[in-house]
Nanobody
Framework: QVQLVESGGGLVQAGGSLRLSCAAS????????MNWYRQAPGKQREWVAT???????TYARSGEGRFTISRNNANNTAYLQMNSLKPEDTAIYYC???????????WGQGTQVTVSS
């Protein structure tokens, strides 16, 4: 079993920055991608960013140029650096680990990000 724990959320003013962390632990075998999603009140969960085991990154248009995803393979931790935050970035942010070549995927419990105007 794999456990994911997010941290780093909070309340920030528009234009500010936050750095989210996602620590993975447990039985992680194989290559995996780390992903960030978010869910705003009353909206569906949406994909934010992905980083492969080799460090290739992709972003949703909403975060491109403002968000940076990274990872530390030595300690199975992923990060999401969020700059120039906007009120519309307010959401619960979730990380998701996907084992490549399998159907195994794991979610964290989420961390709240609130951006005030």
């Amino acid at each position: 079993q794999v456990q994911l724990v997010e941290s780093g959320g909070g309340l920030v003013q528009a234009g500010g920055s936050l750095r989210l962390s996602c620590a993975a632990s447990g039985s992680i075998f194989g290559i995996y991608t780390m992903n960030w999603y978010r869910q705003a009140p009353g909206k569906q969960r949406e994909w934010v960013a992905t980083i492969t085991s080799g460090g290739v990154t992709t972003y949703a248009r909403s975060g491109e140029g403002r968000f940076t995803i990274s990872r530390n393979n030595a300690n199975n931790t992923a990060y999401l650096q969020m700059n120039s935050l906007k009120p519309e970035d307010t959401a619960i942010y979730y990380c998701r680990l996907v084992l490549v070549g399998t159907i195994n995927t794991y979610w964290g419990q989420g961390t709240q990000v609130t951006v005030s105007s």
